[in-house]
């Protein structure tokens, strides 16, 4: 599973030209089981494309099969697969292939800076002797909160928490 941030406001732009299905077909052979917000297809080497909108992402499970690299008609056409990818996932998520790299690293940090609050504020609780059962308890509701958003995919508010849980401790 791949998961794309969406330039805003394009989700409902393309809901309304019809959907990811419709916009799927555009760029794929065979498109099956569309809708507004999701499609599962094939094309060349691609042999499952599986995808949707969700929470303001593109959330896509693809499989690919190798091409025979000995033959270059094979591989002239799965460099066009490739290509054929490359400008659906421009025009589904509005972003191009170096601004896409740049919203997974951000996405990536943000889960990260939540997980490393955590971990700080799990060994200032084993290290001080000071704290509260108040500030504990707050600090280990805050500290399940951020785990179940992280497990939810939602980095974003994570982070937000994870800020939060900092200045508690400040």
Do not use: C
């Not at 555009?26 to 599962?40: A, I, K, L, R």
């Not at 000995?70 to 990818?85: C, G, I, L, P, Q």
């Not at 000071?130 to 600090?139: N, P, V």
Request: proline letters at 1%.
């Amino acid at each position: 599973m791949e998961r794309f941030d969406v330039r805003r406001g394009l989700i409902k732009e393309v809901e309304g030209s019809g959907g990811l299905g419709t916009l799927a077909k555009e760029f794929f052979d065979h498109v099956e089981g569309s809708s507004s917000e999701s499609f599962e297809a094939t094309h060349g080497v691609m042999t499952s494309i599986v995808a949707r909108y969700e929470n303001g992402a593109m959330i896509v499970d693809i499989t690919n099969v190798p091409p025979d690299f000995e033959n270059k008609e094979a591989m002239k056409s799965a460099m066009e697969d490739r290509k054929r990818w490359t400008a659906f996932l421009d025009k589904a998520t509005g972003y191009n292939s170096k601004q896409r790299g740049d919203k997974a690293k951000e996405w990536a940090k943000k889960a990260s800076k939540a997980k490393s609050a955590i971990s700080a504020a799990k060994h200032f609780m084993e290290m001080s002797e000071s704290i509260s059962d108040d500030k504990k308890e707050e600090a280990e509701s805050l500290i399940k909160e951020i785990e179940a958003l992280l497990e939810a995919n939602d980095n974003t508010k994570a982070k937000g928490r994870a800020e939060k849980l900092n200045k508690l401790f400040n």
